[in-house]
């Protein structure tokens, strides 16, 4: 009867402390950050005129913030608002041989991400983030066009109505931590087509790999 009794009593202290433990951690206000760092872009492309399209990657960049909310001492969900840029080269082949361009896109982009960090107790730690991002076009040119070595006036695609409004996108990435200090490489995949011109059909989807450095901070 009295080990019975020593157990229930250890249960239930044993019960309290994680209840305050976890109790606490929920309490843990929010991370606040700036991040900032390099696109390589690239696109999908599909459609019956694709196949007389190639595409080059070209660099652009990301600049924003984001917010931490802890969930549990591994889990957090991290919120973002970010400017991005997403540029590629054209180069036609076949019929449209001899055509060159660049397509220029910027948009502000909202990602809402999961955050695993199974060693944040570490000094230098390790997280893989993933989730859906909610991107909305601000600006979409074809520039430095050029057709047989014939210079083509540059064309603003968004203002065409060539060019779709918004994009759905999928996040998944893998960076390590020190401190405040933070680096991640992250994998941008467009879902959605985003030309809208009749011109072609070919659809056009972002694909971005990103190196990202993050600066983080309790308000």
Known sequence: MLRCHR????????GLTLGFSTAAWAAD????????GINFNSTSLSGSDAADLETMSKTGGTVGGFVGIPISPMFSMQPEIIYTTKSV??????????????????????PVLAKINPT???????????????????????TDQNLNGQTVPDEDLKAADSFHGSDFTFIVGFGLQKGPIGVEAR???????MNKG????????FRVFSILGHWSFRK
């Open 187 to 193: 994998y941008d995949a467009g879902l959605l087509n």
């Open 89 to 110: 080269k054209l180069s036609g082949t076949g019929s449209m041989s001899g055509y060159t361009a660049n397509i220029q896109a910027d948009f502000v982009e909202i």
């Open 7 to 14: 157990i229930g009593v250890w249960a239930i202290v044993g």
């Open 29 to 36: 206000p929010p991370i606040f950050g700036v991040e900032g």
């Open 120 to 142: 944040k107790m570490k000094s230098l730690s390790y997280y893989v983030v993933a989730g859906p991002g909610f991107a909305f076009t601000t600006a979409a040119k074809l």
């Open 198 to 205: 009749t011109a072609t059909d070919t659809d056009i989807k």
